[in-house]
């Protein structure tokens, strides 16, 4: 017997959750399937750091792509913040408005992370944005190596897996079903078909592709520019030490990035680098550690913060990048009714929720509250 729905979202993770959450909520008869199958939602490993923009800064985008699409790509990105911060307070999840500062290793990272600041400013985006004087980033980031610094305001950090429960909850609460099952989909300009391993069938006049790095092989054309990256995270025992990292950083184009809980402990991930020659590129094995990133991590905490790491729990994850970093957002160019949702190399938390409002404006036949389409540089149709 073949099923059928309204919406198939593929992935039970934070883009396939906000999304079926948005769809069941307005109505819509929907079908959220995800699978039981390694690697685990990269959602489940992730720090909760919310940071508006994109790897490279805002003065290296404009230096590449112009500055209106730089602004454009902001601006996305700074409403995709706004959005989550309103779905952790409709349901009561905690996010923590701490900001984060952006710090800048070596002479050219600071001067574009100066002139970044001026962008932000003139797009005003960021909440209040601000250059850090040589004491007041001394007391931010006490050890050495780092040569200036630029603190966001509206950054934050959200507690991820209370998200992903609220919304689990409220989706089952509303009627939403929920499938597991590892699933391809065949589509062309009809109807898509959902094929699960076992055989089983489901046909959904739209698919939602929210199946992170696995998209690869949910539909062919992510074949060839969705890509897995392994990334290392750690967190340090409570207390250590003091209040180090007590504003969110960021360095270096993300590749490092950590903060202090609540509790003191220090949770940070990065230095994906050491693990030469991929860079943690290629690896689906979210059990995996690499000693040469483990060793590289406690080095960076030490020399930028004087953390002396001691006691850790570590963990990866496997995130989803694309073949020129940017996410793969609304319908698949020969498959119209397959939506993709998928991407965010490495910072899911400050992209996709824009990504989950402009789609399910889509769906539901509404203009986005604000009224903005997605850029084109963002949509799956950019790669024809
Ligand atoms: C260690 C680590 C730390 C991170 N820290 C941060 C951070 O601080 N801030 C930030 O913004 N981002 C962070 N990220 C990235 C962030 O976690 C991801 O960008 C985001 O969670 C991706 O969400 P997603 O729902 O798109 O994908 P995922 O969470 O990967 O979910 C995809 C889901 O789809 C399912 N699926 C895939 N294929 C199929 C299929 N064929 N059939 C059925 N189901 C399928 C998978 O099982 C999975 O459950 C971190 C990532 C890692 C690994």
Redesign the pocket.
């Known amino acids: 017997m073949t099923l059928r729905c309204d919406v198939a979202v593929?992935?039970?993770?934070?883009?396939?959750?906000?999304a079926a959450d948005r769809l069941i909520r307005a109505g819509v008869d929907v079908v959220l399937?995800?699978?039981?199958?390694a690697?685990?939602?990269?959602?489940?490993?992730?720090?909760?750091?919310?940071?508006m923009g994109w790897i490279d800064s805002p003065a290296r985008l404009t230096a590449g792509l112009g500055e209106p699409v730089a602004r454009a790509l902001h601006e996305w990105s700074a409403r995709a913040v706004g959005s989550l911060r309103d779905v952790a307070l409709d349901l009561g999840v905690t996010w923590r408005s701490t900001g984060s500062l952006r710090l800048a290793l070596d002479a050219v990272d600071r001067d574009a992370w100066h002139a970044s600041a001026g962008l932000l400013t003139r797009w005003g985006l960021g909440g209040a944005v601000r250059i850090l004087q040589d004491a007041e980033l001394r007391g931010l980031a006490p050890g050495s190596g780092r040569l200036g610094g630029v603190f966001l305001q509206d950054d934050a950090?959200i507690d991820?897996s209370g998200l992903l429960t609220a919304l689990a909850d409220r989706f089952a609460a509303h009627g939403g079903r929920r499938l597991t099952?590892?699933?391809?989909v065949e589509a062309g300009s009809g109807a898509p078909v959902?094929v699960?391993s076992d055989g089983s069938r489901l046909t959904a006049e739209l698919v939602v592709a929210?199946?992170?790095?696995?998209?690869a092989?949910?539909h062919p054309f992510f074949s060839s520019c969705v890509y897995p990256v392994?990334?290392?995270?750690l967190r340090t025992v409570p207390g250590v030490p003091g209040d180090a990292l007590r504003v969110p950083v960021l360095a270096r184009h993300r590749f490092e990035?950590g903060w202090s809980t609540p509790d003191g402990a220090v949770e940070f991930?990065g230095c994906r680098w050491a693990d030469q020659p991929e860079m943690g590129a290629g690896e689906r094995d979210?059990e995996a550690l690499s000693a040469r990133v483990s060793t590289e991590q406690d080095s960076w905490l030490c020399t930028h913060f004087g953390i002396d790491v001691g006691l850790v729990q570590r963990?990866?994850?496997?995130?989803?990048y694309t073949c020129d970093g940017l996410p793969l957002v609304g319908p698949l160019p020969g498959a119209p009714r397959v939506l993709a949702?998928?991407g965010?190399?490495?910072?899911?938390?400050?992209?996709?929720p824009r990504a989950v409002d402009e789609i399910c404006a889509g769906i539901l036949g509404q203009p986005t509250a604000d009224g903005h389409v997605t850029p084109r540089e963002l949509t799956a149709r950019r790669l024809v």
């Open positions: 593929v992935g039970g993770g934070l883009t396939g959750l906000l399937i995800d699978t039981d199958r690697p685990a939602a990269a959602s489940t490993r992730s720090l909760g750091l919310v940071a950090v991820v099952a590892t699933v391809t959902l699960s929210a199946a992170g790095v696995s998209a092989t949910l392994r990334l290392q995270a990035a991930v979210d963990w990866s994850g496997i995130a989803a949702a998928v965010w190399s490495g910072w899911g938390l400050s992209l996709a």
